[in-house]
């Protein structure tokens, strides 16, 4: 009897722990299938919101887009995600000249996504909000910094390298370092022949060489300007000169004129002549 009732025993364990495994096989698989599904839900509410970003921005109702994309970013169920989305928001506020919020979207995808290669190129973008605003040095170092970490891999890649030349020479132009500036449209123009910006680049260097041109005329001018005035000036000094010399002579003989010595001499050279006039009628007599 004790033989049969641990084999009983044990065949009642042994069926309450199939039963166990198969409740808590049954939960785990419940609890992966409601995640997936939340999860896909997700994605899929990312992708929708995302998707309606990029077609308001493509019709450039770029603050409806701003919005679409900053609520994707909320969503975001990867850190790739949200990196794309902010990203497309700042794209978003860049476009409608939103330059504050801009910079603030850039520092937060700077110190959440320091590796992203979104990151990278918002070197280009916050080079473009420092030359917008005036700060043209800043934005030379940033256009600088943004053609360091980056090379010729594709048509895309070159066209914005080329961009982001033509705007070092644009920054140059607007500091009024105009060979310094030119030297940059040409690199465009050279090594990147298919880039939209050699139209540009080449009207720059014929601006360039107009005023360099003006730049000439004014100086010679300039020139022969203060040459005149120099002559001039030499003319009307020495007219000065004269005219002081002779008030300084009428004077010094008005002076004389007035003195008691110069009336006796003339007075005896009036008598003098007046003797030699007698004494001459008598001899002709």
Known sequence: MAFLKNI?????????RCIF??????FLLFLTG???AQNNGEISQFERRFQNGAQLYNISRFQESAMEFRRAQEIAPTQNDWAKAIYWVILSELAYSDFGSALKDMDELQNRAP???YTRDMLYHRARVYYNQGFYEEALDFFNQ?????????R???DRRAASFFWMGECLFSMGQLSEAEKFYAWVIGRYPQSPKVEAASYRIDLIKQKKIEAELLALLQWSHEESLRTSEEFQRTIRTYEHNLNMSQRRIAELLNSSNINEILNQEDL??????????DYIQ
């Open 8 to 16: 009983y025993y044990n065949s009642y364990m042994r069926r309450n």
């Open 21 to 26: 495994w198969l409740i808590f096989s049954g």
């Open 34 to 36: 409601t995640l997936y």
């Open 115 to 117: 590796s992203s290669t």
């Open 146 to 154: 943004y053609n360091n970490a980056t090379y010729d891999s594709d």
């Open 156 to 158: 895309e890649s070159e």
């Open 272 to 281: 003098s002549n007046t003797a030699d006039s007698i004494n001459s009628v």
